[in-house]
Structure formats: C-alpha cells, structure tokens
C-alpha cells in the first residue's frame, strides 16, 4: 500500500506565509485533499482536487501538486490556523483504497 | 445541509462486542460511499475502510480487515461499525466521513470515543 509523509511539525509567525507537504507515490496519479483538525474536534475538509476550498474556508488556503508532492499553503496564517493538517489520498494499491499521512502539527508564533 | 450524527461515547471490556453508528441526513445517503477513519489517542487519522451504502459494497484496509465489520440500513440512513470481540488497542475516536465525488471526504461525524479496558 502508499505511503504519505509529512513533516510533523511546522511554526509560522502570524500573519506569514507557511507551506505544508506531504510526499508519496499515489500523488503522482492522484491529487491530495488536505484537513484540519483542531484540538478535540473532528476533522474538516479544506482544500480538494485542484486546488478548490469547500464552501467556507478562507481563500488564505490554497494548494497545489507537483510530482509525487502536495502542498497546502496559508497565506498570512492566523491565530485560528493553528491544528493538526493532515494530506489524504487515493491508495495506488485499489481503486476504492485511501491514505492518510501522518499529520502536521502547526504552530502560529 | 449535510449532517452526519454518530453515535456516543462507549466504554467496554475486552472481549465483549460493539456496533456504533453513523446517521446521515440532508442529502441522498443511498449515492455516497462513506468511510470509517480511526484516529488512537494522540496519534493521526487511519483509513479504515469505505462502504457504499447503494449496494453496500465494502472495501476494507488491509490493517482492519477481518478485524471490524462494516455495514448500512439505507431505510435509516444510517452506517454501523462493529467488533465481534474488542481489545485494549481498539481505544480510539472513530469517525465516518462521506465521501465526495472525486474520492475527498467532505463531510464529517462529530466522532465516537471508544475505551476498552482490559
């Protein structure tokens, strides 16, 4: 089965730009889907196929794929950004399998 | 507007067995797979496996296979998770999660605690 690695944790000064990656095989078939998940709640989609934010997210999110990598960038990162953000994708190893990596934990300076 | 309500918190013994639940309402929960994700206390999120609850065709991870079973009423809108026999290492947050389109999980359960002591 892929693998999906991210780095597991990332510091912003607020109000500055920060990039989030996540590397694996199954990213150069498929896009990455990003969630963020604050402490104690569950986790919420924001961004999804090329680079699109469900309805609600804030345009400071955006993403984007590049060879066997994903990125999830939060321009001018706020208070409110700080949480767990973890990358998901279709599994090479079956049309119906998913992966997740193994989170990035952010931390707003 | 999408919920998905899940069922509350459990706490069991090892061995004794378990089915929790997963409601879907606001949408049309025949024609969306959803997924079950474990996440274990203080570690990332784990695909489980995704049903679809049309024909309840079930694609299970290699890691959970043959360890949970996952099933729908589609009359209740409402997917299940169960364990035959539980184990200490089965503590966690389970959530399900509907599937969008193009295989991203869009909507999400609030979660249900589980705990197991041995």
């Known amino acids: 089965s892929s693998e999906l690695t991210q780095d597991p944790a990332v510091s912003v000064a607020l109000g500055q730009t920060v990039r989030i990656t996540c590397q694996g095989d199954?990213?150069?078939?498929?896009?990455a889907s990003w969630y963020q998940q604050k402490a104690g709640q569950a986790p919420v989609l924001v961004i999804y196929?090329?680079?699109k934010r469900p309805s609600g997210i804030p345009d400071r999110f955006s993403g984007s794929n590049s060879g066997n990598t994903g990125s999830l960038t939060i321009t001018g990162a706020q208070a409110e950004d700080e949480a767990d953000y973890y990358c998901?994708?279709?599994?090479?190893?079956?049309?119906?399998?998913?992966?997740f990596g193994g989170g990035t934990r952010l931390t707003v300076l | 507007e999408v919920q998905l309500v899940q069922s509350g918190t459990e706490v069991k013994k090892s061995g004794e067995s378990l089915k929790i639940s997963c409601k879907g309402s606001?949408?049309?929960?025949?024609?969306?797979?959803l997924g079950w994700v474990r996440q274990m206390p203080g570690k990332g999120l784990e695909w489980m496996g995704t049903?679809?609850?049309?024909?309840?065709?079930?694609t299970y991870s290699p890691s959970f296979q043959g360890q949970v079973t996952m099933s729908v009423d589609k009359s209740m809108t409402t997917a299940y998770l169960q364990w035959s026999s539980l184990k200490a290492s089965d503590t966690a947050i389970y959530y399900c999660?509907?599937?969008?389109?193009?295989?991203?999980?869009?909507?999400w359960g609030q979660g249900t605690l589980v705990t197991v002591s041995s």
């Open positions: 196929g090329n680079n």
């Open positions: 199954s990213l150069r078939s498929y896009y």
């Open positions: 049903i679809y609850p049309d024909d309840s065709d079930t």
């Open positions: 606001g949408y049309n929960f025949a024609t969306y797979s």
């Open positions: 999660a509907r599937k969008g389109p193009s295989g991203y999980f869009d909507f």
């Open positions: 998901n994708s279709r599994d090479t190893s079956g049309i119906n399998a998913w992966v």
